[in-house]
Each structure stands twice: as structure tokens, then as C-alpha cells.
């Protein structure tokens, strides 16, 4: 069996105060660490280490002072502290500076021997609220000897592209840090069990804590079964995902019935999307 061992930690930062929730998230990954030492990866909310404050005591000009570099002295605290710990850490996502002065949401997967193995800017902001830049392209990465991950963000989700092109690059599990304060949190899970099953792939979906958000963490699996939910306090989800599984789901069908995936692969090339200009490319190998 090839299976990854999560731990989806639904918290909270301290509104505006960087050094400090440094310390809160660097405490509790270390909390995880020694309470389930069997876990491999860990993730967090959306703009955890950016210290957001909840909606309605945002500051529009926030992002721009904490904004940071990607790599540089954050990310070198998270490289240090996966190192320490032995684990993958997904620390939620951050406001990057790019070069061109343009401020990112970006979402980082960082591997035990505390090299970056991945960096998503997130392609669709939740606007007009969200006034960060959008990047332009979908990333997976792998986990040796296990299989391999997406990252989206949030809104991310609520665009069926995203989980799409996830999947057709191979991700086997979507690592998707949120931070939804609002009451359409009900639709983003029904997104969750919608991409998972249309996509044959897990989906860990970990939103910030009250007050930061309203919580509701969930797991899902390929064929769209919620296989846990948090409340909306501070919460640790710990699963252990078979990615076999997902071999299994796509090549017998969720509820041994319904083989998207495989369709796809079968009929997609000859399927004109006028929307795109393009047809669904046979998947790499």
C-alpha cells in the first residue's frame, strides 16, 4: 500500500503580530510531531504565517508589509523547522513579493530534508476582495516512494479547471489551505466531494479556526465520501490516505460503477471545447 499520513491542522494566527504566529504554527507542527509520530505531512490554513486578521478587521495594506520573498528568511524558518521534525509541511500559503513587485498568494510544499518541492501561486483570487496577483499554471509535486500531490488555494476550488488539470498532471491527493470567514463554506465543501469524485482524487481541504474563519476541515476521498469534518474551533484532523485507492477508484469506478477518468482518457481527444480551443489531451505518461 502507498499511503500518506496527513495531519490537517485547523488553527488560527495572531491577527498582525508575524513573530508570534511564527511561534504558534512552529509549536504546533512540533505538537503533531510527538503526538502522532506516524504522520508524514502537515498542513495549515490559507495566509496562516502572514497573520491575517479575521474579514472585518483586515487592513488593506497588510499584505504589503508582510509580504516576503520566495525563497528567503520564511521560508529558511520552514525549511529549518521541516528538517527538525521530518516532515512534508504544506504551511498554508503566503503574500510573495516577485520581482516585479507584484504580491502573490503562494502555497509552498517543503520536503523533510527542508528543500522547497514546490511553489503555487494561487491562479484564482477570491476577488474583488482579494487583490493579490493570480499566477498562471498548476503544480504538483512528488512524494517519493508515495505518489503525487496538487496544491490549490481556497477559491481555487470553486473552479472546476483546477482540480482537472491537478489530476491530469497526477496528482493523486489535492492539499488545498483555505481561509473562508463567510457562510458560503457550505458550497466549498459541496466543491470538495464534487472535484474529488469528478477527479478520482483526494482532496484536504483545512480552513482557518474561529475567529479566523469558520472552519469546517475536510477530508475527501476519490470517489466524494467525506471521510472527516471539523467543527469550527481550533482542530487536527489526522488521516492516513491509501493512494492505492485511487488506483483502484479509477480503474473499477467509484461504487465500483463510474469511471470519469477513464472515459476521458478514452474519448477526451476527439471532444472539441470551444471554451478552451482546444480537446482534452490524452494524459501524460
Request: net charge negative; glycine share 8%; hydrophobic share 45%.
Amino acid at each position: 500500500m502507498r499511503t500518506l499520513a496527513v495531519a490537517a491542522l485547523q488553527t488560527s494566527p495572531v491577527p498582525h503580530d508575524l513573530e508570534a504566529t511564527w511561534e504558534r504554527y512552529a509549536d504546533r507542527v512540533r505538537a503533531v510531531r510527538a503526538t502522532f509520530p506516524h504522520v508524514q505531512l502537515v498542513v495549515v490554513p490559507e495566509l496562516l504565517l502572514a497573520a491575517e486578521a479575521p474579514l472585518l478587521q483586515a487592513r488593506s495594506d497588510w499584505m504589503h508589509e508582510a509580504a516576503v520573498t520566495v525563497p528567503g528568511p520564511l521560508t529558511d524558518r520552514i525549511c529549518a523547522l521541516a528538517r527538525e521534525t521530518g516532515l512534508w509541511l504544506v504551511p498554508g500559503s503566503l503574500y510573495e513579493r516577485a520581482g516585479d513587485g507584484r504580491i502573490h498568494n503562494t502555497a509552498i510544499a517543503v520536503s523533510p530534508e527542508g528543500e522547497i518541492a514546490a511553489s503555487y501561486r494561487k491562479v484564482f483570487p477570491w476577488q474583488p476582495y482579494e487583490t493579490t496577483a493570480p499566477g498562471g499554471e498548476f503544480v504538483v509535486f512528488d512524494l517519493p516512494g508515495i505518489g503525487r500531490a496538487g496544491l490549490a488555494i481556497c477559491y481555487d476550488g470553486s473552479f472546476p479547471e483546477t482540480a482537472r488539470q491537478l489530476a491530469w498532471l497526477g496528482a493523486e491527493v489535492i492539499i488545498q489551505p483555505t481561509l473562508t470567514t463567510t457562510r458560503d463554506r457550505e458550497m466549498e465543501l459541496v466543491c470538495a466531494r464534487a472535484n474529488a469524485w469528478t477527479n478520482q482524487v483526494y482532496v484536504v481541504n483545512v480552513n482557518g479556526a474561529d475567529p479566523a474563519a469558520v472552519g469546517a476541515s475536510a477530508i475527501v476521498d476519490p470517489e466524494g465520501i467525506v471521510r472527516q469534518q471539523a467543527g469550527g474551533g481550533e482542530e487536527v484532523l489526522v488521516d492516513v490516505l491509501d493512494l492505492d485507492a485511487v488506483t483502484r477508484v479509477r480503474t473499477h469506478g467509484s461504487a465500483g460503477l463510474n469511471r470519469p477518468w477513464e472515459q476521458l482518457a478514452r474519448y477526451g481527444s476527439t471532444i472539441h471545447l470551444p471554451a478552451y480551443g482546444a480537446t482534452f489531451q490524452p494524459v501524460p505518461r
